[in-house]
């Protein structure tokens, strides 16, 4: 899931891409890489997975350290994965295809989706060889472990591949609920797997699962309003959806198109046109915001107490990538929705209150007295 990422400068899109061309060379589906991979220690995988969990500057590295130590390599696991999949959907390219701005071009997208779609197919042939005991990929000797040891289900990390195969096919959605189905495939996953990694099932708690579903959708919905510009103009998409923004997928290039000259009506369109999708996700983390309250009341419970550690110390990591979400979405609205000509988040100042704020409910939650009631939530009375 996207989790309200910090406005940070990072790599150039023609750098990730030549990084992903890189990585491909060496651990892609090419004969000499997999022979290269197949050997990895369960060491080695973990220590990649590690390096590759920090090479980016997101919010993995400032949400580690409340992430409990004997769950911090399966987390870079689940990153490692997910940002493979990520970038072979998002940013993968053709040998040669790379153009100076790190676009690709138009002629060319045909191409570049068939070459997504054999590498992400790829992809899932290696997530079933280490279901089956067979991991050959670094990520997957890392990962397959990780789901032994916590009893992941597959079916997750499935639907997220599923998402990235339908980014290739589906440029656009034209209704709210088609928005919200693909978000079930794009990121309630990732809040599954997380709470999984806490002990926490859908079978067992399923009205965690629907607050964790509420929560990665509104972050992936925020991630889309922070991005309109980039996945309309670079990933030819459309994720916001006609029928609540009043604009069609077809208006869109034009209209952002003006709106990064200054267009000041093309500017008042956009951002009124996403203002409903604003507010339709602002209801989603409202009703979100219960779920770290909800994981900490399962602190004695059996169900949610496995070997990970039990969902009650991943709760300070669920608030603040609830929080991180939540802030950022609503510094959006304050910047007038401005997603569709330049990308706004949170500052640095932000987000290191949030971490600290993160912090101190960890240090609260450890020596408050938890009181279960008969729904499993925390009777403390312990605010989010």
Not at 66 to 93: N, Q, S, T
């Amino acid at each position: 899931m996207h989790d309200g990422q910090v406005n940070q400068s990072g790599p150039s899109v023609p750098d990730v891409r030549r990084a992903i061309a890189e990585q491909l060379d060496v651990f892609g589906p090419a004969a000499g890489g997999r022979r290269a991979l197949g050997a990895a220690s369960l060491a080695d995988a973990r220590a990649y997975c590690r390096a590759l969990a920090f090479a980016r500057r997101e919010n993995f590295t400032v949400m580690s350290s409340l992430v409990p130590a004997e769950l911090r390599d399966d987390f870079a696991a689940v990153y490692a994965f997910c940002r493979w999949a990520d970038d072979l959907g998002d940013e993968a390219v053709p040998t040669g295809r790379v153009c100076g701005a790190g676009a690709v071009a138009a002629p060319a997208m045909g191409e570049v989706r068939e070459h997504r779609l054999a590498l992400l197919s790829w992809w899932r042939n290696e997530l079933e060889a280490a279901v089956a005991g067979r991991p050959r990929h670094a990520v997957m000797v890392a990962l397959a472990e990780t789901m032994r040891a916590r009893k992941l289900d597959a079916g997750p990390f499935h639907r997220l591949i599923d998402a990235f195969e339908l980014d290739q096919r589906k440029s656009a959605y034209a209704t709210w609920d088609d928005l919200v189905a693909y978000c079930a495939l794009s990121a309630n996953p990732v809040g599954e797997i997380v709470l999984g990694l806490g002990g926490v099932t859908r079978a067992a708690h399923p009205q965690l699962l629907t607050l964790s579903d509420a929560a990665c959708t509104a972050l992936q919905i925020t991630n889309h309003l922070q991005d309109v510009r980039r996945d309309v103009l670079e990933r030819g998409r459309a994720y916001l959806p006609a029928d609540v923004t009043g604009v069609g997928a077809e208006e869109f290039p034009p209209l952002i198109a003006a709106a990064v000259e200054g267009d000041a009506a093309a500017r008042a369109r956009l951002s009124a046109a996403a203002w409903p999708v604003w507010q339709r996700t602002k209801d989603m983390y409202l009703r979100a915001a219960a779920l770290p309250r909800q994981m900490r009341g399962l602190a004695g419970d059996a169900l949610a107490s496995g070997p990970g550690g039990g969902a009650g110390k991943l709760a300070p990591v669920v608030w603040l990538l609830i929080a991180g979400g939540r802030a950022t979405h609503d510094e959006l609205a304050r910047g007038g929705l401005r997603g569709a000509w330049r990308r706004d988040g949170l500052s640095k100042a932000g987000a290191g209150a949030l971490v600290l704020g993160a912090v101190m409910r960890r240090a609260w939650w450890s020596v408050l007295p938890t009181r279960r009631g008969t729904n499993g939530a925390d009777a403390a009375g312990v605010t989010a």
